[in-house]
């Protein structure tokens, strides 16, 4: 599974390199039978594409990690709005280095970055920010795209309205998600986990907090054992799309 071979550049990359900082953005030009105008942009491209792989992961403070493939079902929507099928591909006329992706369903796309070689090799980051209540405990978020466009096999798909919309092939990319801990989190996590296994003592919006962080890891996953939480050091999954 390329996803679970892919875990340890992953880490390379994400601990060892600082990457490339970027913010990420979000904007909507209406579904694919109105395509976002050419005045703006100097590359439209159309790709079809969706997920076969998925797994998840977790990394320890001992430098030991845990991956484990995971059902397609339990993909996150974050992911899922950008790379919608068919999605487009854009090239800015006033900033052609920080290309994106933007779905052609969803008001959601992400920066992204192609190479020399014509390679999508990108690393984004959020900024740095609390955890949950203590001061000494930070989180980002990473995200990881390195893949390619395969264009030998265009077509065209039909639109909402009818419309033979042309799209230049698939892409083939590998997209990986990182939320990494920082400082001390011993008090966060302790909370956490009360309140993930105990939602009565804890708010609606404390227990909706720690489920969004877990349920993945833990519930669906399986490749996370709440005991083992005060450990880590960064929550992981990644995705194959083809």
Not at 15 to 27: D, E, H, K, T, W
Not at 187 to 193: E, G, L, T, V, Y
Request: charge should be negative.
């Amino acid at each position: 599974m390329q996803s679970i071979n892919r875990i340890n550049s992953i880490s390379v990359k994400i601990f060892a390199l600082g990457g490339l900082i970027m913010g990420f953005a979000g904007c909507r030009f209406g579904n694919y039978s109105d395509p976002p105008p050419s005045s703006k942009f100097k590359t439209i491209e159309l790709y079809r594409t969706e997920p076969k792989a998925f797994a998840t992961a977790v990394y320890y403070s001992d430098n030991t990690n845990e991956v484990r493939e995971t059902s397609l079902s339990a993909l996150p929507a974050e992911v899922l709005m950008v790379y919608s099928d068919p999605v487009y591909f854009l090239e800015p006329k006033d900033d052609p280095e920080n290309a994106y992706f933007l779905s052609t369903t969803h008001d959601a796309s992400t920066l992204t970055r192609v190479n020399e070689q014509g390679k999508i090799d990108s690393v984004l980051h959020s900024e740095e920010v609390p955890l949950w209540k203590s001061t000494t405990c930070t989180t980002k978020l990473t995200m990881v795209q390195e893949g390619e466009f395969d264009r030998s096999t265009p077509g065209v798909i039909p639109s909402s309205r009818g419309q033979m919309i042309p799209y230049q092939g698939r892409l083939k990319i590998g997209v990986t998600m990182v939320r990494s801990f920082m400082g001390d989190c011993t008090d966060d996590f302790a909370d956490i986990a009360r309140c993930y296994q105990t939602p009565a003592g804890c708010t609606p919006a404390e227990v909706d907090g720690a489920r969004a962080l877990l349920d993945l890891y833990v519930s669906y996953g399986q490749v996370l054992r709440i005991e083992d939480l005060s450990r880590v050091k960064a929550l992981v999954y990644l995705v194959d799309f083809e």
